[in-house]
């Protein structure tokens, strides 16, 4: 048999095979619409084609003519899987491995390692990224991206919808009252309330945050008893803005105290309308018009001396204009516009917690806006509960609680603190996930250090933007020096950043100035005086930057070259040893060997030296070598000899004494 009988393609007269016609699938034309079914396909071997030779193809060039022929008979090559980076957005969280971006994006994980090390980041493949470097890794390669709402995330939780004015009514005014101690702040309260709280408490002086409402007429003002402005500040610290209202107890017969100041100054950074209450107006030394004097310099001008501050001249013990205070105050409180939606959820702040013997944890809670019920499920701070039962402050149970009324509440799972902010929730599965991710959070936050402002690292925070107000509280010796480094202050700010002097008063730094720095983000700028040890202590937890200084100019120096970036550390001399020359001996190649004898401390090769004779300093400046016998060494101690070179340096004597120092950089004060 020749070749060309080998190929059924090159016979041509050999007869067809019969096929019966079998019924189109319907199902197969859907799945090749390409191809022709109405013809009929042969069975049986493939035909082969011829290369111009007369040769059978090669395997590969044979594999290409088959792939013709599928296309021709209408099937469809099977596409290779391609890398494509995708057209759409892409949708990612607040946070998203390296490995998972790749996917996203269609890139292998080394490309996106490759463009975070251009960043300046290193990275591995299941290293978390943030959403904001993500999206710079995205924009390298012309992807937009959408964030991804967290559908567990406390902001979608949490989320309330605004109010309509509709809803809004008007709700009562929380009031604080504060001042200097034994001006008769209590005392003021217990005259308001027509009750007798002072018999109950030790020495007339407040023991614990209370929260009371007081009824006149159809009306209600809700005050807030603290143990003086400490308790008011520490709240604000944690984010809470509990007062509409600041009470200022001055005495009539004692005038503005520091305390007084402190609270006025504590009032002021609150943002809170003060209303003066000049008390113990029945004593017989009383002026209140040297008291409104007194004020004027603090920037409170009375209502009568033509300004915008109501003072109200009262006597908590003959109860004397006790009336006409509460009127100022819902007065002032009309002019404020305070309105509430009573009808939805619950929010307010905890004034004061305790673990109780016999309720468990219980919480003193204020509500601010919406209602509070039995049963709500709620979250306070990084705790949550239910409420199994409300006590208003008459100490009668109560189902509801609207705005601005305090409540005890119980079921809480832990005891919170003073400050936190209490919402109610859906049910109990929302505040469990709540209440863990904020404990979460909290571990991460103690991790990292808290950002606050200091001196040293001012600059860089202003150029990060981190900083627009420098706040500055001064303690001083004597009032003198607090008014001349605040007026000095102030002339220092510039487009950048405007120094604040939000406080200045006289005596030792105290816990209630850390924790207004800590509240303020401040600096404490004290002049001759002391932090006292309690102080201390909480400033090296709140991390609150305390300077101190025994002259005026090198605060302003040192804050006016903090704000330039050109903060430079001080230096101490530290002396370590002294050693006697004995013996001195010449070396041609070296110079002047001294002989010496280590009476003090010790001496180290690399130390700063100086050369002293007759009590005169003829010298300073390096060891060039130190010996014992023919041994070079790092040190020599006390009672020790040791041969000794200075560089540069050959007019040593017998008798002579050479101090090692070092200096070392101390942080400035």
Same mark, same amino acid.
């Given at each position: 048999?020749?070749?060309?009988?080998?190929?059924?393609?090159?016979?041509?007269?050999?007869?067809?095979?019969?096929?019966?016609?079998?019924?189109? =699938?319907?199902?197969?034309?859907?799945?090749?619409?390409?191809?022709?079914?109405?013809?009929?396909?042969?069975?049986?071997?493939?035909?082969?084609?011829?290369?111009?030779?007369?040769?059978?193809?090669?395997?590969?060039?044979?594999?290409?003519?088959?792939?013709?022929?599928?296309?021709?008979?209408?099937?469809?090559?099977?596409?290779?899987?391609?890398?494509?980076?995708?057209?759409?957005?892409?949708?990612?969280? =607040?946070?998203?491995?390296?490995?998972?971006?790749?996917?996203?994006?269609?890139?292998?994980?080394?490309?996106?390692?490759?463009?975070?090390?251009?960043?300046?980041?290193?990275?591995?493949?299941?290293?978390?990224?943030?959403?904001?470097?993500?999206?710079?890794?995205?924009?390298?390669?012309?992807?937009?991206?959408?964030?991804?709402?967290?559908?567990?995330?406390?902001?979608?939780?949490?989320?309330?919808?605004?109010?309509?004015?509709?809803?809004?009514?008007?709700?009562?005014?929380?009031?604080?009252?504060?001042?200097?101690?034994?001006?008769?702040?209590?005392?003021?309260?217990?005259?308001?309330?027509?009750?007798?709280?002072?018999?109950?408490?030790?020495?007339?002086?407040?023991?614990?945050?209370?929260?009371?409402?007081?009824?006149?007429?159809?009306?209600?003002?809700?005050?807030?008893?603290?143990?003086?402005?400490?308790?008011?500040?520490?709240?604000?610290?944690?984010?809470?803005?509990?007062?509409?209202?600041?009470?200022?107890?001055?005495?009539?017969?004692?005038?503005?105290?520091?305390?007084?100041?402190?609270?006025?100054?504590?009032?002021?950074?609150?943002?809170?309308?003060?209303?003066?209450?000049?008390?113990?107006?029945?004593?017989?030394?009383?002026?209140?018009?040297?008291?409104?004097?007194?004020?004027?310099?603090?920037?409170?001008?009375?209502?009568?001396?033509?300004?915008?501050?109501?003072?109200?001249?009262?006597?908590?013990?003959?109860?004397?204009?006790?009336?006409?205070?509460?009127?100022?105050?819902?007065?002032?409180?009309?002019?404020?516009?305070?309105?509430?939606?009573?009808?939805?959820?619950?929010?307010?702040?905890?004034?004061?917690?305790?673990?109780?013997?016999?309720?468990?944890?219980?919480?003193?809670?204020?509500?601010?806006?919406?209602?509070?019920?039995?049963?709500?499920?709620?979250?306070?701070?990084?705790?949550?509960?239910?409420?199994?039962?409300?006590?208003?402050?008459?100490?009668?149970?109560?189902?509801?609680?609207?705005?601005?009324?305090?409540?005890?509440?119980?079921?809480?799972?832990?005891?919170?603190?003073?400050?936190?902010?209490?919402?109610?929730?859906?049910?109990?599965?929302?505040?469990?996930?709540?209440?863990?991710?904020?404990?979460?959070?909290?571990?991460?936050?103690?991790?990292?250090?808290?950002?606050?402002?200091?001196?040293?690292?001012?600059?860089?925070?202003?150029?990060?933007?981190?900083?627009?107000?420098?706040?500055?509280?001064?303690?001083?010796?004597?009032?003198?020096?607090?008014?001349?480094?605040?007026?000095?202050?102030?002339?220092?700010?510039?487009?950048?950043?405007?120094?604040?002097?939000?406080?200045?008063?006289?005596?030792?730094?105290?816990?209630?100035?850390?924790?207004?720095?800590?509240?303020?983000?401040?600096?404490?700028?004290?002049?001759?005086?002391?932090?006292?040890?309690?102080?201390?202590?909480?400033?090296?937890?709140?991390?609150?930057?305390?300077?101190?200084?025994?002259?005026?100019?090198?605060?302003?120096? =040192?804050?006016?070259?903090?704000?330039?970036?050109?903060?430079?550390?001080?230096?101490?001399?530290?002396?370590?040893?002294?050693?006697?020359?004995?013996?001195?001996?010449?070396?041609?190649?070296?110079?002047?060997?001294?002989?010496?004898?280590?009476?003090?401390?010790?001496?180290?090769?690399?130390?700063?030296?100086?050369?002293?004779?007759?009590?005169?300093?003829?010298?300073?400046?390096?060891?060039?070598?130190?010996?014992?016998?023919?041994?070079?060494?790092?040190?020599?101690?006390?009672?020790?000899?040791?041969?000794?070179?200075?560089?540069?340096?050959?007019?040593?004597?017998?008798?002579?004494?050479?101090?090692?120092?070092?200096?070392?950089?101390?942080?400035?004060?």
């Amino acid at each position: 048999m020749n070749k060309t009988q080998q190929h059924p393609a090159n016979q041509p007269n050999k007869p067809a095979v019969n096929t019966p016609r079998e019924e189109i =699938d319907e199902e197969a034309v859907q799945l090749n619409p390409k191809k022709d079914f109405t013809k009929v396909e042969r069975i049986g071997k493939k035909p082969q084609t011829r290369t111009p030779q007369g040769k059978p193809p090669y395997r590969h060039q044979q594999g290409r003519s088959n792939n013709r022929n599928f296309r021709q008979r209408g099937y469809e090559e099977p596409k290779r899987e391609e890398v494509h980076t995708p057209k759409k957005p892409i949708k990612i969280g =607040d946070s998203v491995s390296v490995k998972e971006l790749s996917e996203k994006l269609g890139k292998q994980a080394t490309e996106i390692i490759k463009k975070l090390l251009l960043l300046g980041t290193m990275a591995t493949i299941n290293q978390e990224l943030d959403f904001d470097t993500a999206q710079l890794i995205c924009e390298e390669f012309g992807v937009s991206v959408e964030r991804l709402i967290d559908k567990a995330s406390e902001e979608v939780l949490l989320k309330t919808e605004e109010d309509r004015p509709e809803d809004l009514q008007q709700r009562s005014p929380v009031v604080t009252i504060m001042g200097h101690v034994d001006h008769g702040k209590t005392s003021l309260l217990d005259a308001i309330r027509e009750t007798n709280i002072i018999a109950t408490e030790a020495g007339g002086i407040t023991q614990h945050i209370g929260a009371y409402t007081v009824t006149i007429g159809d009306k209600k003002i809700a005050f807030l008893d603290t143990p003086g402005h400490e308790a008011f500040t520490a709240m604000r610290a944690r984010g809470a803005k509990v007062t509409d209202i600041a009470i200022l107890v001055v005495a009539a017969d004692d005038g503005v105290m520091p305390q007084t100041i402190e609270a006025i100054n504590h009032a002021k950074a609150a943002n809170v309308a003060i209303i003066i209450a000049i008390n113990k107006i029945d004593k017989p030394g009383a002026n209140p018009d040297r008291v409104k004097q007194e004020l004027t310099e603090y920037g409170l001008l009375a209502e009568d001396w033509g300004g915008d501050t109501v003072m109200v001249p009262v006597s908590a013990k003959k109860q004397e204009g006790i009336d006409t205070l509460l009127e100022m105050i819902l007065l002032v409180a009309e002019m404020q516009e305070l309105k509430a939606n009573p009808n939805k959820k619950g929010i307010g702040t905890v004034i004061e917690a305790e673990l109780d013997k016999g309720k468990g944890p219980v919480a003193t809670v204020l509500i601010q806006d919406g209602s509070l019920s039995i049963g709500d499920y709620f979250i306070a701070g990084n705790t949550h509960g239910k409420v199994r039962g409300m006590i208003d402050d008459k100490g009668k149970r109560v189902k509801k609680a609207g705005p601005s009324t305090p409540v005890e509440i119980q079921g809480l799972d832990e005891v919170p603190d003073a400050g936190d902010i209490f919402m109610v929730v859906d049910d109990e599965k929302v505040a469990k996930t709540i209440s863990e991710k904020r404990k979460d959070k909290q571990r991460l936050s103690q991790i990292q250090s808290k950002q606050t402002v200091s001196l040293d690292e001012l600059f860089n925070q202003i150029q990060e933007g981190k900083v627009k107000d420098l706040n500055i509280i001064v303690k001083a010796d004597v009032q003198g020096s607090v008014e001349a480094v605040k007026q000095s202050l102030a002339r220092l700010s510039n487009e950048e950043v405007k120094v604040n002097t939000i406080h200045g008063g006289v005596g030792a730094i105290t816990e209630s100035d850390v924790m207004l720095a800590s509240a303020s983000n401040a600096i404490i700028i004290g002049f001759n005086v002391r932090p006292q040890p309690t102080g201390i202590a909480l400033a090296e937890k709140e991390k609150v930057d305390i300077r101190l200084y025994r002259v005026i100019y090198n605060a302003i120096e =040192d804050v006016e070259a903090a704000m330039k970036g050109m903060l430079e550390p001080e230096y101490k001399e530290v002396v370590l040893g002294h050693a006697e020359v004995r013996a001195t001996f010449k070396a041609s190649a070296i110079g002047t060997i001294a002989g010496c004898y280590i009476t003090d401390g010790k001496i180290n090769r690399n130390n700063d030296i100086r050369i002293i004779r007759d009590g005169i300093v003829i010298h300073e400046g390096k060891l060039a070598s130190l010996k014992r016998f023919k041994d070079d060494v790092k040190e020599v101690n006390t009672g020790y000899e040791c041969g000794l070179n200075i560089e540069k340096f050959n007019d040593i004597k017998e008798g002579d004494v050479v101090e090692a120092y070092t200096i070392e950089a101390v942080p400035r004060k």
